[in-house]
């Protein structure tokens, strides 16, 4: 079972350098992690652009790789998006719309576009012009997939 909350900047940060891994979030990231056992064994940044959620720096613990703790992170990151929003939405009085949040889109390397196919993701075709520009530059060198909660974006 994995389980996925919220966590802070340092919280993610100190797992990165525990694993040697060069990432570093900043404080206008969102981090998520995905716990297993009460133990931190994945962990992602979203970042916020105006129509899309941009999944950056996704990192499993190595001593957990291939045990599918990756594509459960992926297959429930759009679902805990909705109950996020909804929880927000219904502080304010308002009830949400599950397709109303924004889609999530990955920057994946070559090696792992079978990983985020398998996770029910889908490549985007190309061209990419729903893409924030300030994101363009990274299709040139790797496949752009979104989560599977959205058609299109």
């Given at each position: ?21 060069s ?18 064994i994945?962990a ?110």
């Open positions: 079972m994995l389980s996925l909350q919220s966590i802070s900047v340092s919280v993610i940060n100190e797992f990165y350098k525990k694993h040697c891994y990432a570093r979030a900043s404080k206008t990231d969102w981090c998520i992690g995905g716990y297993a056992s009460d133990t931190l994945i992602g940044r979203l970042i916020d652009y105006s129509d899309i959620y941009w999944l950056r720096s996704l990192f499993c613990d190595p001593d957990v790789r291939r045990c599918g703790y990756g594509n459960i992170y992926l297959t429930s990151l759009q679902n805990y998006l909705v109950k996020n929003q909804q929880e927000q939405l219904k502080n304010q009085g308002i009830t949400a719309n599950p397709k109303s949040v924004k889609p999530i889109v990955a920057f994946a390397e070559v090696h792992l576009k079978k990983f985020y196919e398998t996770a029910g993701w889908q490549e985007l075709p190309k061209p990419h012009n729903e893409i924030p520009i300030t994101l363009a530059a990274r299709i040139k060198r790797n496949s752009v997939f979104a989560s599977n909660s959205q058609d299109s974006i």
